[in-house]
DNA sequence: CATGAATGAGTCTTCATTCAT
DNA sequence: GATGAATGAAGACTCATTCAT
């Protein structure tokens, strides 16, 4: 079940939950402390002592917390996804039942505003996407995320969604896709402030409309 | 002008190119190796002494070649956007005039088939896009898909594409994101087959309608 | 403040200074292991791994107090020299207003019996002369002894120097060439132990006379 | 005799004497290459790859002409010296009998300008004086300078030097070690020009004069 | 003979992880 | 519990030297 809490894979997890005050403090000084050099220095100048440097304090503490260097970064990523899945599920719980067109807007809004509220985090998570345990993370967040969009559009009182699972991965997919293109500058910078616009565009004229392709 | 040619920052690019046979088979065995080491063991594991292992030469035969590790990687990526970059701009080329529906169609096609054509090497590369000079070739691949894009959308018959330049963006960015969602797994595996359906539907009727979200 | 104390350029100064009695230890290991490996090894083959493995440490030890191998050798160069000029400052001093005769025999004397206390050592250091940090070593010191030199020969009771100055440089470098001739080998055994004889003999009488040459 | 001809001891003489036009150009463009790759990039970035790059020869003509890495260094030592020590020889054949004031002036000079000629080589010759054979190639130009100066001391006029053997030995030592400090920047900018000046006083007086030590 | 591609032993250096204090 | 010194495996990279062409 900590797997369940977590999204941690196995190994992946912390060593133990801090009770007392202090370790909460000094976990969550290990936790910041790893986004920030995760961001100024880099994946790979991400070290263990670095971390412990910028956390203030010893190496030795944060192997208290973290069984490895994999679970710290793991960890890091985690608690991303965790509150960005958590808004969006929020957000799409509240939306039930409202027209499509509020879902779309406030669905996006959300999503972009969530994801980019600390771009700098954001940005740097990017680097564990690849490697320990990242994907496994990404993957159960994605599937949480569409579960909770489809929950939505169910809802939807015109009824107008055919298949609200594969719309939902649809939009999951497009909104992520937006923003790393944002956050990792793959976007012209005039486009950037449209981006929420052109993303309900997208997403809205998809889900209201479906005439071309079907017949292909 | 070597870094017009190979789209790789000044320090990134290879050392020298082959111009004997022996030397051609080596570094193309180099090439290779490097995609193959980064599939199977990951980026951390494509080591240099690795990848000139499985290249069958020697570390020394690797550095001839590539002044660094980040070169390496760098080249690899390299070719594989400018194969990208390539096959779009023809393709763009070729549907100058065609109707817009053509045009998505073959576009999205053509881009995705080029994308999935050896999926394990374009899974593997995603591991260089946030380091070794990743980014910069990203951005300078984005460059050119968005101008190719736009410039097939200015040709468009009916004229009912507003801002070519910025739904040349668009297009991209939610190409690649789809395709980057099916390549890493993100995308459950019944969606796998109608990503293209469903790119189409998405990106065809962005273009061909605007209504919503222009009165917001 | 670093600087001024070690006399090591920036970044060639030891990284941190041992506090712990095991890290005393340590660290004075590697130091004495340096000198032994370059004085039976030389240069080229005083690597880090070897200067660790005569140390008795792993050589992550080694690089916790040195930032690299230069800083190590060029460590080693700066102590010899720092006692070197430690000896002849404090020598120069308690000799002010001595008369000339004794001030030469005794400085001629401290100077060498210094250099010679350990020959081994001596001889293995010329060897980062060149290099690592080594001039600007060499020339800081080479400075310090002209100095003391000076400051010394300017309280001769008979004023019979000019120039204290030129006459400390002078002094300086007479004495160190021939130091270094005897060490590397470059003086005929059996000049060895007349050495300081001639020194005084070659230094007494500049000072003590200028006729000819200011009369070319 | 090889060893006898160019003072380089047993395998560190080159390999062949150039006996062909096109080789004896090679040769020496191999020899200017070394001096320039050590002066401009130091010891250990002369390498044999750089060396035969700039002398624009490959690395296996190279190996045609030296053996390895060590006799390409002491050749260029050895012709160092070479030179020098035929220029003093020379000289002191051409001082016999002449009076000592002009003995010691024009000894120095000779071997200062001789020195001084090339100051970059000469500098950067001093990278070799510690290895590569160096040693002992400086140990035997010591040993002809010492024979040639003390032949010239025996046919002063006024037999005043006691022990013209030591008293070469002297000399070539102070002048050396002058040399050196001038060269490495050792010496003080403003006495650069006067060395020449200090050199013989120190020389001379040390000749004419054996008053005090002799009574110590 | 010359060339320069290939070799691979050997360097320096880093860093995750452990453990005596 | 906390500390931070020590470990040592592993990686990037160089370069003297050889040898097929």
Redesign the interface.
């Known amino acids: 079940m900590h797997i369940a809490m977590t999204g941690l894979p196995n190994n992946l997890s912390p060593r133990k939950s801090p009770v007392q005050q202090r370790s909460q403090i000094t976990f969550d000084a290990i936790h910041i402390a790893t986004i920030q050099v995760l961001a100024h220095e880099?994946?790979?100048k991400c070290t263990t002592t670095r971390v412990a440097e910028r956390a203030g304090v010893s190496v030795g503490a944060l192997y208290q917390y973290y069984p490895h260097r994999s679970a710290l970064l793991a960890a890091a990523l985690s608690r991303h996804l965790t509150t960005l899945t958590s808004t969006i599920e929020r957000c799409c719980e509240q939306l039930k039942g409202a027209p499509l067109?509020r879902m779309v807007?406030e669905l996006v809004d959300t999503f972009l505003a969530a994801k980019f509220r600390n771009k700098m985090e954001a940005r740097a998570l990017?680097?564990i996407?690849?490697?320990h345990g990242g994907?496994l993370l990404?993957?159960e967040a994605?599937r949480r995320l569409?579960t909770a969009i489809a929950g939505m559009l169910t809802t939807e009182p015109e009824n107008v969604i055919q298949n609200p699972a594969?719309a939902g991965?649809?939009i999951r997919?497009?909104l992520?896709?937006?923003a790393?293109?944002v956050l990792?500058?793959?976007?012209?910078a005039e486009?950037e402030e449209?981006i929420g616009?052109?993303c309900?565009?997208?997403i809205?004229?998809?889900l209201?409309?479906?005439r071309?392709?079907s017949t292909?």
Not at 184 to 188: K, S
């Open positions: 880099g994946l790979d067109e807007r990017y680097a996407s690849v490697d994907p990404i993957e994605g569409d594969i991965t649809i997919i497009t992520s896709g937006f790393r293109a990792t500058g793959n976007a012209p486009l449209h616009h052109q309900m565009r997208l809205y004229n998809y209201s409309d479906n071309m392709p292909p």
